[in-house]
């Protein structure tokens, strides 16, 4: 079925604050299952020149050592701490890897040597070569995942593994790994083995592939085979820390993606097939765009599209992230028509951090990225702050009940849609394997000012007992229709 995920950036939380926060509840009563978080490994120490400031790397996109830590988030104690509270409340954790580019070149942070990385030309996406045999920015310097040249450790890595006493044990672990999987010691599978290595340690359930589109497309699969055999062996040494069965999952930033290029991606001039690399999803970047459009405009096109051409694959729908500039509604002025569009919409959904208690996504005195990266507004939520017309509470009471109800559901994300009537808009979703079955009814736009009954005939059957999530009351169908005590806005029906 269809995953409910939240994108937690480093701005959100560092790694304890998030584990408080799964303790707390605060994920399972927004009806998550699935966690992903900022990449954890240690970031670059110097800063680069941005504008009229400087620029940190905070955010993890910037790696430094791609085996350890960041200190500015947290411990190796603190890893394995949150991934397993996640489990414990029944939350599986991805994590966000970077196999495209290292950090910036600063005083402090002296570039790769030119077997591992190259530092120009810099992309202009125009083709193949310049999306992928290029820096995506100047200064990134651009992991050779092109090369099977067998290369040495960086001399970095190499100085800075022996002042910290482990660099007898990382060789030797890279030397078992290519011995084992006959690989050729070529910088693509050094960081293969470096990613693997966190899901074998601390349990990771899955990867969002950062940057999915700089690299050759075969890249994934192998890193897929990779992960899969690390997650397999830490499932097997930890049988009662492990969340059932499923596969290794991966999704992927295929930046530009929407859910019409099916499996048809072109990458200036040659069609890539994406959801065949590996990915069990790939993030719909077109969703902020396709939202303006009708409820019943947007259900029906991702129900077509994840139902026919897509069938055996699936999309991340977001309306806001970390690294677009340009989401649905910046300042928060329609935060439940958001919550209602992006929980109910076809395909997977994630919630970045912020989008449920309205935080605004233009800071004052920010610039770039760093505008959608502002600290979680905590005080706003404690305070029940006002947001134009809204209260932040109440905002996060929308995306509570929706999400809850995705979470029971599994037709809401991976059912068939279609629509029962225009007005008011009520559809109806039927999701069957060959184990499982679920079906539901949601009805928007009711009038609060009287109870209305909802046309349910075909889905459920007279004298059967639904209940509605969003006001928590129950009722029993009579002629092919349902109609519950307490009046609201909408209401998602359901058998339990």
């Not at 040597?113 to 810099?122: A, L």
């Not at 910290?164 to 990382?170: M, N, Q, S």
Request: net charge neutral; hydrophobic share 35%; glycine share 8%.
């Amino acid at each position: 079925s269809a995953p409910l995920l939240a994108e937690l950036d480093a701005r959100g939380e560092d790694l304890a604050g998030i584990t408080a926060k799964i303790k707390e509840g605060y994920f399972n009563e927004l009806g998550v299952n699935a966690i992903w978080i900022t990449p954890p490994v240690e970031q670059i120490h110097g800063s680069t020149d941005e504008g009229t400031g400087r620029s940190y790397g905070f955010h993890g996109y910037w790696a430094r050592d791609f085996t350890a830590v960041d200190a500015n988030l947290g411990t190796e104690k603190d890893v394995r701490e949150l991934v397993e509270t996640a489990h414990a409340h029944g939350i599986r954790v991805l994590l966000d890897v970077v196999m495209n580019h290292t950090g910036p070149v600063t005083d402090k942070d002296p570039v790769w040597p030119s077997d591992w990385v190259r530092t120009g030309p810099t992309c202009n996406f125009k083709d193949v070569r310049g999306t992928i045999d290029c820096t995506l920015v100047k200064n990134l310097p651009d992991i050779r995942t092109d090369s099977n040249k067998a290369v040495a450790l960086p001399p970095m890595l190499v100085e800075k593994w022996k002042k910290e006493g482990r660099y007898e044990r990382e060789v030797k672990e890279l030397d078992d790994f290519f011995k084992r999987t006959g690989y050729p010691r070529a910088p693509r599978y050094y960081l293969m083995k470096w990613h693997a290595d966190w899901v074998r340690k601390y349990g990771f359930d899955g990867f969002r592939a950062d940057t999915v589109k700089h690299t050759e497309p075969g890249v994934w699969k192998d890193l897929k085979k990779v992960a899969s055999a690390a997650y397999e062996d830490w499932k097997r040494a930890n049988p009662s820390k492990k969340l059932g069965d499923t596969p290794f999952y991966m999704t992927a930033e295929v930046y530009g993606y929407a859910i019409g290029h099916g499996h048809a991606y072109d990458l200036g001039g040659m069609k890539v097939d994406y959801p065949k690399q590996g990915f069990d999803s790939l993030i719909n970047f077109a969703m902020k765009t396709d939202a303006v459009n009708s409820y019943e405009q947007l259900f029906s096109e991702y129900s077509k599209a994840l139902h026919g051409p897509m069938k055996d694959s699936s999309v991340l729908n977001y309306l806001s992230s970390h690294d677009d500039g340009a989401p649905y509604d910046p300042m928060r002025e329609r935060p439940y028509e958001t919550a209602t569009k992006l929980l109910l919409a076809p395909g997977a959904a994630q919630i970045y951090y912020g989008d449920e208690t309205a935080r605004l996504l233009k800071v004052e005195g920010a610039e770039g990225d760093a505008t959608l990266r502002s600290f979680m507004n905590w005080d706003e939520l404690a305070a029940n702050a006002q947001r134009g017309l809204n209260r932040v509470r109440d905002v996060r009471e929308h995306w509570l009940k929706l999400g809850r109800f995705r979470q029971a559901h599994p037709a809401v994300g991976a059912g068939v849609h279609q629509m029962i009537q225009h007005y008011p808009y009520t559809f109806k979703r039927t999701w069957e394997t060959k184990d499982a079955n679920d079906r539901v009814v949601v009805a928007l736009d009711l009038p609060a000012d009287k109870p209305t009954a909802v046309p349910v005939a075909g889905v459920f059957m007279d004298g059967q007992t639904v209940r509605d999530w969003y006001t928590g009351t129950t009722a029993v169908v009579k002629n092919g229709k349902v109609q519950f005590p307490v009046t609201a806005k909408l209401a998602l029906i359901g058998l339990n």
